[in-house]
Every structure is written in C-alpha cells, then in structure tokens.
C-alpha cells in the first residue's frame, strides 16, 4: 500500500485558496476602479450624487434642510430646486398678508413690505397658473393680456364699468379709463395739458400714486413721460402685476412709515387720482415726503378726494393751507382736479419757517431711503439744486446723454459718466449682435438692471420698445439721483431681500457683477448667497425670458451649476473684443413648465 504524502497535499490546498482569495480581492480591486470612472466621467454618477445629495435634503426639515439644500448646490452637485406648492402662483414674500396682517395698522405699517427673516425663506420655484400663455407682447398688451395668466375677476367686475378692465373671452381687455376719468385716460391727459407742459419734453419722469392698473402711465409713455407707478398689494388684488402684464413700468408700494425708495427731487410730475392718501395726516407728513421727491420747479396733480368733494371741507382746506405753506404756487382747480408747481429755489421756505414749517438739518441726506423713517420736516434742496429745476435742465431727450450735475457730487467719479455711457452702448451692441438675445424685439419688453450704476445699460436700449427699471444697490454708491437726472426711472433695493413685484413680471434681468450685490463693502463677507438671488431672479422672469450676468470665469463657473438648479437652459460665452478679458457672460433662458396634475 502506498504512502501518501500528507504534508504535500495540504500545502497544495492552501495555494489554491490562496490565488481564489488574490482573484476576489483583484475583481474586487477592478471592479472597483470602473465603478469610479463611471461615477466620475458619466452622467450616470452624477445622477447617483444627485439621488443621494436629494435623499440627504429630504431627511432634514426646515432651516437644515434649506442649508444643506444651498450647500449642495453651492457644491455643484447637480439638484433641481423644487417647485412651490400650486397656491405660490403670485408669492412675494415680503408683502405676505398672513404674515403682514399680525403687525401695527398704524400709519399703515402693516401693508408696507416686511420680509420673511433668511431662514424661512421659501426655497422653491414658483410655478406658473394651469393655462399660462406667453405674455402678449407690447404695443398690443397695453389694451389686452391673457386673462388665464391672472384670472381674478375682482377688479374688472368692481371697476368695469369706470373703464378700468373687463374680461372679454380669453382676455382682460383695457379700455383706459380710470375712477376719476371714466372717459378714459387720453381725455382726462389733454385735460391736464391745458395747465402742464406734458409734451415738448420740459416733463420725462413722473410717479403716480396709487396707480390701479396703471392706464395713466400707460398712455403718458406716447408723450414721451416716463411714468412709474406704484399701489400696494391689496383687496383688489394685482393692480400692479395686471400693469406689469400689460408692459406699464409699475412697482408693489405703500406711503406708510418710511420713505420711498426713491431719491430726493427726482419726479417732474407727480400724480394721485383718488390715491386716498391723506397728505395733511401726522403733520403733513405725507405731504413733505411728496415734496422731498417732487423736482424742483416741478408739478403736483391731486384728482379726487379731497379737493372740492362733498364733505371734506375741512380737509381740502388744510390741504391748501399745506401746499402754500410750502411756497406751492396754485396753478388751478378744475372740479375735483387740483394742480400746483414747486418752487424753484427754497427762499420763500426761509421765510415760511416761521408759521410753523420745520426745515431739516443740515445732516439730513434727502435721498437716503431704504429704510429711512419718514420726517416730519421739509427736505432741503441739494447744493446743485438750480441746476436740478425743471426748466433748468435739458428737455429730453438732450439730458439722456448730458452729464447731470449731481455726478459731480459723487466721489472719485471724474469722467466716470462719460465714460460708463460709451462703455455701455459697446456692449449692448454685442449683446444684439453675438448672443442671439430678443433685445430689439417686440418679445422684450419689461427689463431690469440689477446693478445700474448711471444707466447706462438703460441708456444704451432708449430706442428698443423697452423700459427699464434700473435698481440702485443701497449700500453702494448713490448714484440713483443721476439715473432719475437722465430721465431714467428706478428703485434702490437690497438683493439679500426679495424685490416688491409679483413673479412672472420681467422679460429680460441683466447684471453686472453678482458678487458685488451680495457682499458687505466693508468687511468684503457675503451678506447672502448667489442661490438666495438666482431663485428671487427666477420668481421675478417671465417663462422664456432671459438673464445676462457678467462676471469673473469663477462666478460665471459657480451660477452655471445654479442655472442648472433653477431649471434655466444657459450657455457660457466671451465678452466683447473691446472687454479687459477678465470676465465671461453668461446667458440663459427660463423655460416654461408646470406642476404635474398628480402633484395638485
């Protein structure tokens, strides 16, 4: 019998085991390295990422849920922001009425704008209402829209028979009349140019109050009078997003505690019929905040309540005893149409001190506004004040293109002006030209510059059928005054806080610089963060509109991933030829979409 080798067989076992543990560890080892590479270089990784980073988000609630939403993003993971709930349709979050409605009704505090601190902010998407068209386009918008895309019946049943809107089939339609004009608002104009230089262009910028659905501003703009118009959000609901609809410039705002966002002595006409503001309250204190916006040499037109009406005897009085008080020369009373002129200089002021009138200090800067309480103190005229009388300025459109004496007063300027308004009109040809944008077309219509400076963006389009509200950072520069001296209209704002519009109201939002919105001048720490302004840019466009952003390669880089989030179609492209190289432009367009039927 043979012996067997025991020892032999068992290492020979052992080697066996061996190499079948050495194959799993090298299939393991490959397989792990392919897994990699299809996680790194396939769309199909970035999906997984993208299903991991989403399931992450959705096991926290609230604040962390926000915060590690934004990081993600910030992190260019590819995430898609959610939508808001169907009932979001027309959110602005800092004029809420379930929020607003819990503050003091005093001086209507509770209907000025009041934003949601940053962590209850909503970070969705608003979404469209079911039945949303694209917007008509202008000059057509101004007498119809799509009723589907605002379908409140409120206002066109109550106001219908003043001439306000009615619904006729599958639009509002517009016949331009007015409570205090019935007839319309193009007899109730000529009216008013019996008394004021409306055409010629001694008048361009003007501000009506309480404006409705904004038919005055809306038929002043074929004599050339640039008309920004402003009403809260209130029981009739969407007076201003019906203007905004229509291609009127407009603007959610209430005259309660604090100043409006405008700067000082910038309006040649300033206009409120039946804007049941009652200017000789506190003081007169709503009188005074007119007159620090009204221009000097300029136009106050008061139709309605109080003047000559039954019963208010005693206010149409007091309103008169203001108006002279203020050296307001009364130009006529025609029924229940009050006008007067403002005085040219502050002389008779001077003198008027005595009866009572009080002057603010000299410390006082007139045209600081975001968030200023109102005085109950007359505004002094700026130091260059002859030069800012209406009369003393060029007509329009002359004082378009001529250096405005108030920037002079800004510092380390010199020929900044000149040279911002060359700069600009290079670069708006290269936006038509070589980015396949619609500026120039009847498509665009209702626009907005982020970041304006002079004006120059704005400037640069005065012969597209456009207008623009050019908006003033508040913690930059004041340079508003020059832009309102150009014949320019416009608003100061935060960009860490949601702008007073309703969604869906700008065709096209331009911007220079996105950094420079957000960050703190002094200790050069973001305030906020770029997902925070992408998702309020996204509220404010109309679906198929379009955003431009200049800036450095790296935050061009950074607001590409967000595009990417906010569902914008966007594409990277170079400056101009003319540019200093150390920035790209990145254009991108909102597509329309909707809530599933499931999801409702």
Request: with cysteine.
């Amino acid at each position: 019998m043979a012996n067997l080798d025991l020892t032999s067989s068992k290492h020979h076992i052992t080697q066996i085991r061996r190499w079948r543990f050495l194959d799993i560890v090298s299939l393991i080892f490959f397989a792990a390295i392919f897994l990699f590479f299809v996680l790194v270089l396939t769309p199909f990784g970035d999906s997984i990422a993208a299903s991991g980073s989403q399931a992450l988000v959705s096991s926290t609630t609230g604040a962390k849920r926000r915060h590690h939403l934004i990081a993600l993003i910030e992190a260019g993971r590819n995430l898609t922001i959610p939508s808001c709930p169907v009932d979001y349709v027309d959110y602005m979050p800092c004029e809420d009425p379930n929020r607003n409605r819990l503050l003091s009704r005093d001086m209507n505090y509770y209907r000025e704008r009041h934003c949601p601190p940053m962590e209850e902010r909503q970070l969705c998407l608003i979404p469209p209402p079911q039945g949303y068209n694209i917007p008509i386009q202008w000059p057509a918008s101004l007498y119809k829209i799509w009723h589907e895309n605002m379908p409140y019946n409120k206002l066109a049943d109550r106001k219908g028979h003043q001439g306000w809107m009615k619904k006729e089939g599958p639009h509002f339609i517009f016949p331009g009349g007015g409570t205090m004009f019935p007839d319309g608002a193009v007899k109730y104009i000529e009216q008013l140019e019996h008394y004021i230089p409306i055409s010629g262009g001694v008048l361009r910028t003007a501000l009506d109050m309480g404006c409705g659905v904004a038919s005055f501003g809306g038929y002043l703009l074929a004599e050339d009078l640039l008309t920004l118009s402003f009403a809260p959000r209130d029981s009739h609901k969407s007076q201003i997003q019906f203007a905004l609809e229509r291609g009127i410039p407009a603007f959610v705002l209430m005259l309660g505690t604090r100043r409006l966002p405008f700067p000082a002595f910038s309006f040649d006409l300033i206009h409120c019929s039946r804007c049941l503001i009652p200017f000789t309250a506190y003081n007169a204190t709503y009188f005074m905040e007119v007159d620090r916006l009204l221009r000097p040499g300029g136009y106050l037109v008061i139709s309605g309540p109080p003047v000559q009406w039954h019963g208010l005897d005693k206010e149409w009085k007091d309103l008169q005893a203001v108006a002279k008080a203020l050296c307001y020369e009364s130009v006529v009373v025609d029924g229940n149409t009050a006008i007067w002129k403002k005085p040219v200089d502050d002389s008779c002021l001077e003198a008027q001190n005595e009866h009572g009138l009080k002057l603010c200090h000299k410390s006082d800067d007139p045209s600081s506004a975001w968030y200023v309480n109102l005085k109950k103190c007359v505004s002094r005229p700026s130091s260059v004040n002859g030069k800012l009388a209406v009369g003393e300025i060029p007509k329009w459109p002359l004082r378009l293109t001529k250096t405005p004496s108030r920037a002079a007063l800004i510092k380390n300027v010199n020929d900044g002006f000149e040279t911002d308004t060359r700069l600009w009109e290079r670069r708006v040809s290269y936006y038509k030209k070589s980015l396949n944008l619609k500026l120039g077309t009847e498509a665009v219509r209702n626009v907005m510059d982020m970041n304006a400076y002079f004006g120059g963006f704005a400037a640069a389009l005065i012969s597209d059928p456009v207008w623009v509200m050019n908006v003033v950072p508040h913690n930059t520069q004041s340079t508003l005054g020059v832009i309102f001296d150009r014949g320019l209209i416009g608003v100061y704002h935060d960009w860490c806080e949601p702008f007073s519009s309703y969604p869906r109201t700008y065709d096209f939002i331009h911007i220079a610089s996105v950094e420079s919105l957000i960050k703190d001048p002094v200790t050069r720490k973001n305030r906020c963060n770029i997902v925070d302004v992408m998702v309020e840019i996204d509220r404010l466009l109309r679906p198929e509109g379009a955003v431009v952003i200049r800036d450095s390669p790296e935050i061009i880089n950074k607001i590409n991933h967000v595009a990417c989030s906010v569902r914008w179609e966007s594409k990277i492209h170079d400056t101009e030829p003319e540019s200093n190289g150390h920035e790209q432009i990145l254009v991108a367009t909102k597509l329309l979409w909707t809530v599933p039927s499931s999801s409702q």
